[in-house]
């Protein structure tokens, strides 16, 4: 556990807030009735904290939270005490055993007419292409589909899971179910977000009439699961965007030999200095663009890989500095360096004043996409 000598102050500060606000029932249960209080604080000391190894944010607040809580009841209760405290429950978070998973990711495609491909392997991650037969013979799959339905039903309306898509599965090593599923995911996304560049590079965008739809041919699936090793259910999971339909959709032999093509690109998981790095989170958020149906985001996302391949962080950002570098990046096409300009007025009106052309938000959208690509 490690934290900047400049920050400790604050951490000692907002962990004796913590503890204040929790009380040690008559059972020796500790509470607290301070829950909004308890949220800011913990969101404090975790993004001031180094968890060695540990990255997904769910996973580092749960440790602090469950250290400060079993700190309430020690009799000492300083900063040292709880930096070995967390130490401990890193450690033990580090030394569970590796176990085998597989996660199943509903691929948008119809199962009646499967796309002509087994396997591909992406970001280290060997996807499977397989059939719901194969699936319910190996699987625990009643239990995923009953959760799968009740879900659907409160949210979209019913959708017939193993008709309007293909099930990918992908065998992972993994801590915990969920830390198999943050490992497959974005394998899965970044094909699916090839699959986007294939359908919407060049292309210009309108829609009339009802309201506004994601412009991804292959939507992210609106719910997944993960198995154990035995093939018993352990986990439902689901997507926050409520998605209204998902339309039959089918992947032609062009699409797969494109998708070949580019993940070779991809097949291994690229180092953070190497520019493959800015590509793959670049592609994401062009996905991202098309999978919402609000149009400011997508704004927003297309904009912020212009910022990316800016090379912009958040230490020494400027948008002098993206507009240039950008401007340089175009410096063979003027009219799109001029476009370039035109869309900033629109980014800076949106960011800084909350004014977007919601009307013509599709049109703006399908600039500054004409940009990113």
């Given amino acids: 556990v490690k934290w900047d000598k400049k920050d400790e102050p604050l951490l000692k500060r907002y962990l004796k807030e913590f503890l204040d606000i929790l009380e040690i029932k008559a059972d020796g249960r500790v509470e607290t009735s301070k829950g909004f209080s308890l949220m800011v604080f913990e969101k404090i000391l975790v993004q001031n904290l180094e968890l060695f190894g540990i990255d997904a944010?769910?996973?580092?607040?749960?440790?602090?939270?469950?250290?400060?809580?079993?700190?309430?009841?020690?009799?000492?209760?300083?900063?040292?005490?709880?930096?070995?405290?967390?130490?401990?429950?890193?450690?033990?978070?580090?030394?569970?055993?590796?176990?085998?998973?597989?996660?199943?990711?509903?691929?948008?495609?119809?199962?009646?007419?499967?796309?002509?491909?087994?396997?591909?392997?992406?970001?280290?991650?060997?996807?499977?292409?397989?059939?719901w037969k194969y699936v319910r013979d190996n699987f625990e799959v009643p239990r995923f589909l009953q959760e799968a339905d009740m879900f659907l039903r409160r949210q979209n309306g019913h959708i017939d899971i193993e008709s309007r898509f293909i099930p990918i599965l992908a065998q992972i090593e993994a801590r915990n179910g969920r830390d198999g599923f943050d490992k497959a995911s974005p394998a899965f996304d970044l094909m699916r977000a090839i699959f986007d560049l294939y359908h919407h590079y060049g292309t210009y965008n309108e829609q009339w009439g009802g309201y506004p739809r994601p412009l991804s041919k292959v939507l992210p699936p609106p719910v997944y699961c993960v198995f154990k090793n035995t093939g018993e259910f352990d986990m439902f999971l689901y997507s926050t965007p409520k998605l209204e339909e998902f339309q039959q959709?089918?992947?032609?032999?062009?699409?797969?030999?494109?998708?070949?093509?580019?993940?070779?690109?991809?097949?291994?998981?690229?180092?953070?200095?190497?520019?493959?790095?800015?590509?793959?989170?670049?592609?994401?958020?062009?996905?991202?663009?098309?999978?919402?149906?609000?149009?400011?985001?997508?704004?927003?996302?297309?904009?912020?890989?212009?910022?990316?391949?800016?090379?912009?962080?958040?230490?020494?950002?400027?948008?002098?500095?993206?507009?240039?570098?950008?401007?340089?990046?175009?410096?063979?096409?003027?009219?799109?360096?001029?476009?370039?300009?035109?869309?900033?007025?629109?980014?800076?009106?949106?960011v800084h004043l909350g004014n977007f052309p919601e009307e013509q938000g599709l049109q703006e959208v399908s600039l500054v996409k004409s940009i990113a690509e």
Avoid: C
């Fill in 249 to 350: 959709n089918a992947i032609n032999v062009q699409e797969i030999k494109y998708l070949r093509k580019l993940a070779r690109n991809f097949k291994t998981i690229p180092k953070e200095t190497e520019t493959l790095a800015l590509i793959v989170e670049a592609l994401q958020k062009y996905a991202q663009a098309h999978e919402t149906n609000e149009w400011r985001l997508a704004f927003l996302l297309l904009w912020q890989i212009l910022e990316l391949i800016a090379l912009q962080t958040s230490e020494q950002f400027t948008m002098k500095n993206v507009i240039s570098r950008i401007g340089v990046l175009l410096r063979h096409d003027p009219k799109a360096a001029d476009l370039l300009l035109a869309l900033y007025d629109t980014r800076n009106e949106f």
């Fill in 57 to 131: 944010l769910d996973v580092r607040k749960g440790l602090v939270y469950k250290t400060i809580f079993r700190l309430k009841k020690y009799k000492k209760q300083d900063i040292h005490v709880f930096r070995r405290s967390l130490a401990s429950e890193v450690r033990k978070y580090l030394d569970r055993p590796i176990e085998k998973y597989t996660i199943l990711l509903p691929l948008h495609a119809s199962s009646n007419n499967p796309p002509p491909i087994k396997q591909i392997e992406i970001l280290g991650v060997q996807l499977l292409f397989s059939n």
